[in-house]
Nanobody, 114 residues
Framework: EVQLVESGGGMVQPGGSLRLSCAVS????????LGWVRQAPGKGPEWVSL????????YYIDAVTGGFTISRDNAKNTLYLQMNSLEPEDTAQYYC???????WGQGTQVTVSS
């Protein structure tokens, strides 16, 4: 059974930090580029960041460049997203997914509010 289980979301004040994790099982983790997608209330989903199979290349949308860092631990089948300097505009449900959206998780909520 394919499972992508996100964790680490929550509520944080503007300027705060969170670290999301995505534990993967049921498919060969090391054969997929992976990433994080978010969907804010009333908006469509958007890719936030992507990382290559070996972790050597990463992509970020302009809105999070410099504040977010994606990483992966292929030994632990886990994907991460370190989010610093969070702003209210980052409030969304965050999902981990394979780059081709073949697999994705149930999401974790991130709320940035004072």
């Amino acid at each position: 059974e394919v499972q992508l289980v996100e964790s680490g979301g929550g509520m944080v004040q503007p300027g705060g930090s969170l670290r999301l994790s995505c534990a993967v099982s049921g498919f060969p983790f090391t054969t997929y580029d992976l990433g994080w997608v978010r969907q804010a209330p009333g908006k469509g989903p958007e890719w936030v960041s992507l990382i290559s199979i070996d972790g050597s290349s990463a992509y970020y949308i302009d809105a999070v460049t410099g504040g977010f860092t994606i990483s992966r631990d292929n030994a632990k089948n886990t994907l991460y997203l370190q989010m610093n300097s969070l702003e209210p505009e980052d409030t969304a449900q965050y999902y981990c997914a394979t780059a081709q959206l073949k697999y994705w998780g149930q999401g974790t909520q991130v709320t940035v509010s004072s």
